[in-house]
């Protein structure tokens, strides 16, 4: 299974990314792509320019991570491996691993967390709710604008730690959570508005949703946010007869369709990247030889 999986990444030049040390301020990675299975091992090569390997990675095991388009119709899907490098090739930026015994794929449908580009930062409207007590129809009929950013895509950035089909991950300003402390406690309903640019200037993409927080950590540090996890218990669908539909299971499937796309774009983009990268450090490379060679005579 795992030598099927890693062929066709060669086949579709899958970029992998190696993690070194995830507590590391400088480059805590390194990207490459999938140049063939041999025998028992992989072989992956470093993209772009001043990212060689060390010597002292033989050996020794690290994380990998690399999409894959399984499917022609299907988007690609987020697969992990823990492999030990077994050669770093004499030119510092090819390495050997070893065939992993198994290869887990990350992303199930509802579960794909996407921390977006600045270009797809939605606006975001959030109210905290509370239910009537002794209503057996559980209705709302407290609300509290706990926060309207329809149109800030800097402070957006700061704020939106991630986003799913079934949630999301918010890290808010520390006054802003002290100040709206009692509805953010674990399990508390929060009414929520998502609005994500389109294409076109007059276009968006706009999702509402019940749901409630999972999780809140508030970190010792003064100057460190907040952060409060929550989940999508309920979605409004659209049209003139729109109703609240259950997306606990599953999350929601257009929100989930608009952020694949997104998912997309950016390996695309990454992909891209590191192509031209690699194309400008042939092009010096070849130049300085031309260089060095005119030099001598």
Known sequence: MAANLLGLAAQQEAIFQLTIDPDRAMEPFRYLVCRGVQGNSVVLACRGPNHDCCKVWEKQEFPFRFLLQTHADKFPRLHKFQGRITEIHSDLKTITVAMPASITVLEQRRNIRLKLHRRHLPGLSLWGVAKSKGDSQSRLVEQQLLLDLPDAVDEMQALLKNVSAGGMRLALPRPLFLEQEQWLEKGCRLLARLTFP????????????????????????????????????????????????????????????????????????????????????????????????????
């Open 198 to 297: 389109g294409q076109e200037p007059d276009q968006e993409h706009a999702y509402e949703f019940i749901g409630k927080v999972s999780n809140t950590r508030v970190p010792d540090d003064a100057e460190a946010r907040p952060e409060v996890g929550v989940q999508f218990l309920s979605s409004l669908g659209k049209g003139l007869q729109a109703h609240w539909r259950d997306v606990r299971a599953d999350g929601c499937l257009e929100l989930l369709k608009l952020l694949q796309s997104y998912q997309l774009e950016y390996y695309r983009d990454l992909k891209k990247n590191l192509i031209m990268r690699e194309g400008s450090a042939c092009n010096c490379a070849v130049a300085a030889g031309a260089k060095a060679r005119g030099k001598r005579l």
